[in-house]
């Protein structure tokens, strides 16, 4: 027993040595020849002109060499950033399809390696020559920190955080990487993500949605790195005080940011590695099996809902105290912005799941035939939640999940939050969770029976078409309660017309009851588009049971 254990350690170190594994060394025998050279050089140049120059013309002003040695860590940090989380994570995405175009990646599957050291020797293999540029960084870096007199205890979480950050990104490069399939697209859109990540989504904490934020290095630079910039400035005064927190406000408990940032990323880490291990250990297989995808929605709403928290009960660190700083004439405006975002923030998740988790019809009647060649199932049916099964339970079990922690969410800022005051009636208090189950399962049947190119004309036509239409038809001819009742068979729109639920006395304007009428009008032709398609996906799967079925 002792000589098995010991057994599956040695193998798990001989895994995780990354400077023995074979995909890393062939990458860096293939990436790091004479035409690296131009590119370590050019970074060699830039972070040595960088360095020396901020710090010899600060010093020579302030004469501080502290100061100026500080004021250089921040351009050379972007410059270590965009090599290690823009061209890295690009990198990455367009070598995995280079090696599937080329069917390198498919004689790498017959190898004997485990798919751990696969997914690792790609991870860390592809990136070589940034991680070798990052190295030429790093002398100046610590010339800075040595200089400046920046403690370690500082360093540390910074970097791991910035690690941690680099290794969520790339596994987004890998994922991007397994699946589409023209290089040029998949380094736009990986990098776009990674872009959107660290520009567009921390604007999001204005909204009251901290959690963003987190997937980022800006909170733990801005904890650690910030006060010995500028020590005797008034910077503080600058920023609010929920960006500079020492701390984040997760329920009713106070975390340090570096543990927050880290169990985070960690938990999508974990999650896209699994991803991208399921592809390399089968490659039919989903990236995602359906009960981890309902625990990890399930995860990321607690997350989500923890951070959320002070916007939710209105305490002394609530968004709403800090922008408002104690007037209340505005708050019940502000406050309904916050279930219509959570409620957007959601669904896009379910989404993405959905889409991972649902088979084609060309999977889904594989699945059959293997399914009753196996002699496994009766009846001619597939276990709930095989990969090859539809999704209907697991739509079901996401449905029921977002309901829930909508009613919880308005539940708790009715109650004993912002919108305590306002006088909502039981029919109003379900809009939105209504609006979203229905939303949900609309995308599922229509994203199932469709497939995804079908269902892309669906959703342009029927998604984006209706609230188009709705704004030529207002600002053309200005039929103000036909536009209306025109956009609300978009399930954007009936999301939106949801909330008008929780409007407070001074948003309920004259048109508040043709926007409740207009929320059942579309709620009622999504139901009926759902109900059809579901038919429509029924008889299919029907008629391919029997076909599977009858005897040749």
């Known amino acids: 027993m002792i000589e098995l254990s010991m057994g599956r350690l040695r193998s798990n170190a001989q895994v995780l040595a990354i400077w023995n594994n074979p995909i890393v060394w062939k990458n860096f025998k293939s990436r790091m020849r004479m035409q690296a050279l131009f590119y370590c050089l050019l970074v060699l140049i830039i972070s040595a002109f960088m360095t020396l120059t901020i710090f010899s013309g600060i010093d020579r002003i302030q004469e501080d060499s502290v100061q100026a040695a500080r004021a250089g860590i921040i351009p050379l ?40 050291t696969k997914v690792l020797g790609y991870l860390f293999g592809l990136p070589v020559r940034e991680y070798i540029a990052f190295a030429i960084t790093l002398p100046f870096m610590v010339f800075l920190l040595i200089v400046g007199e920046i403690p370690l205890s500082v360093i540390l979480p910074v970097y791991l955080v910035f ?33 959107l990540i660290n520009l567009v989504l921390p604007l999001f904490s204005y909204l009251g949605f901290p959690f963003l934020q987190y997937l980022t290095i800006r909170p733990v630079v801005v904890e650690k790195i910030f006060p010995y910039l500028a020590e005797n400035s008034s910077w503080r005064s600058t920023l609010p005080d929920g960006l500079i ?23 999508l880490i974990f999650t896209l590695g699994l991803m991208v291990y399921r592809k390399w250990e089968s ?7 359906k009960i981890y995808a309902l625990f990890f929605f399930i995860g990321i709403q607690v997350f989500c809902i923890g951070t959320l928290w002070p916007n939710l009960v209105f305490n002394e660190n609530s968004i709403f105290s800090l922008a408002l700083a104690g007037d209340e004439s505005s708050i019940e405006e502000f406050a309904v912005v916050i279930p219509l975002v959570y409620c957007f923030f959601t669904l896009l998740c379910v989404f993405w799941l959905l889409y991972v988790i649902t088979p084609t019809h060309d999977e889904y009647r594989s699945g ?38 909508l009613l919880f969410v308005q539940a708790t800022m009715i109650n004993s939050g912002p919108l305590a005051d306002i006088p909502i009636t039981s029919i109003n208090y379900f809009k939105m969770p209504l609006a979203a189950v229905l939303i949900i399962f609309y995308y599922y049947v229509s994203l199932e029976y469709l497939e995804l190119n079908k269902f892309a004309i669906l959703f342009l036509c029927v ?68 109900a059809f398609l579901g038919y429509q996906l029924k008889m299919l799967k029907a008629k391919t049971k029997i076909k599977i079925a009858q005897p040749k």
Not at 89 to 116: C, K
Not at 463 to 489: K, M, R
Request: glycine residues 6%; contains cysteine; charged residues 10%.
């Open 368 to 405: 059959l035939l293997r399914a009753k060649k196996l002699q496994q199932m009766k009846a001619s049916k597939l276990p709930v939640f095989a990969d090859f099964a539809g999704s209907l339970f697991s739509a079901i079990a996401l449905a029921a999940c977002t309901f829930a922690f």
């Open 283 to 289: 490659f039919d297989s989903h990236s995602l099996s």
């Open 77 to 116: 940090g972007i410059v270590q950033w965009v090599i290690l989380m823009l061209s890295a994570t690009g990198r990455i995405s367009s070598g995995i399809i280079h090696e599937r175009v080329t069917g390198t990646i498919d004689y790498t599957r017959l190898t004997p390696m485990s798919p751990m």
């Open 463 to 530: 998604w984006v078409v209706p609230i188009l239409l709705a704004i030529f038809l207002g600002v053309a001819f200005e039929f103000e309660d036909l536009t209306i009742y025109i956009a609300s068979v978009s399930p954007i729109s009936l999301t939106i017309l949801s909330v008008q639920g929780m409007a407070g006395d001074s948003l309920r304007s004259a048109d508040y009851q043709l926007a409740s009428n207009a929320y059942w009008i579309g709620a009622g032709v999504i139901l009926m588009l759902t």
């Open 245 to 267: 927190s020492t701390q984040v406000d997760f329920f009713n408990w106070k975390v340090s940011t570096t543990f927050f940032s880290l169990l985070l990323q960690s938990s």
């Open 163 to 195: 690690f941690s950050s680099a290794l969520l990104y790339h596994l987004i490069g890998t994922v991007f990487g397994l699946v589409m399939k023209e290089w040029r697209m998949s380094v736009v859109f990986t990098v776009g993500i990674v872009v």
